[in-house]
């Protein structure tokens, strides 16, 4: 298994599920991802074609309690889908991930995927701009995906639960290029609070 890798800002240590994928700046508070040629978590609801779960990841297990999980990020988009994407994960059964993601009329987009054996996929807005701020937050039994343009007012994309697992939620980075030759994706302003959010809607 590959050696976790420590970034600044979050409480635990990350594993990547290909190391040579992943650096962080020396300071560590800079992320960056390398996606593989047509890589990808989704499963079709349709039924057709094969599950894709080989998307490269770095991931940790989610402390205790309430969080709340931010970064903006930024893709060096070349092909549709490209993305760069918050994560959580319990197997390959139950994860959702909330993207910066390039869209097939070739602007960038915030899109959710939930996945409870097979994946829904829900577009949320267009940015109009080269970066997108998206935070994860879990409260009490669900969790809450919510982007910002600024890093200041956030919008709510999702709100939704994991069905239970075994397996303890982990939370971090994926990098992704469904249908293209791979992209880079860089994660900054990295912040991991333990602390609930209040409210869904009003923007905070």
């Known amino acids: 298994m590959p ?3 420590a970034v600044a800002g979050m409480p635990i240590d990350l594993v990547p ?3 040579s994928a992943w650096s962080v700046d020396p300071a560590g508070d800079r992320v960056h991802g390398t996606a593989a040629p047509r890589s ?17 990841t770095l991931l940790g297990p989610a402390p205790d309690g309430d969080f709340q999980f931010s970064a903006r990020v930024t ?12 994560m959580l994960w319990c197997d390959e059964a139950n994860w959702a991930k909330l993207c910066f993601e390039y869209s097939p009329d070739g602007e960038a987009m915030i899109v959710s995927v939930i996945n409870r054996d097979v994946s829904d996929d829900a577009n949320a807005f267009v940015v109009d701009g080269g970066a997108a701020w998206l935070r994860v937050s879990r409260i009490g ?3 809450a995906y919510h982007a910002s343009l600024d890093g200041q007012r956030w919008q709510l994309v999702r709100n939704f639960a994991l069905a239970p697992t075994a397996a303890p939620v982990r939370v971090g980075f994926e990098a992704q290029a469904p249908v293209g030759e791979g992209c880079a994706v860089t994660f900054s302003d ?14 905070s």
Request: no cysteine; hydrophobic share 50%; net charge negative.
């Open 3 to 5: 050696e976790s890798i």
């Open 17 to 19: 599920s290909d190391a």
């Open 40 to 56: 990808d978590f989704f499963v079709d609801p349709a039924g057709t074609g094969a599950p894709a779960h080989n998307a490269v």
């Open 75 to 86: 893709v060096d988009f070349a092909d549709m889908y490209d993305a760069g994407v918050l």
């Open 141 to 143: 039994r669900a969790f």
């Open 190 to 203: 990295i912040r991991f609070t333990a602390t609930s959010l209040t409210a869904l809607r009003d923007g």
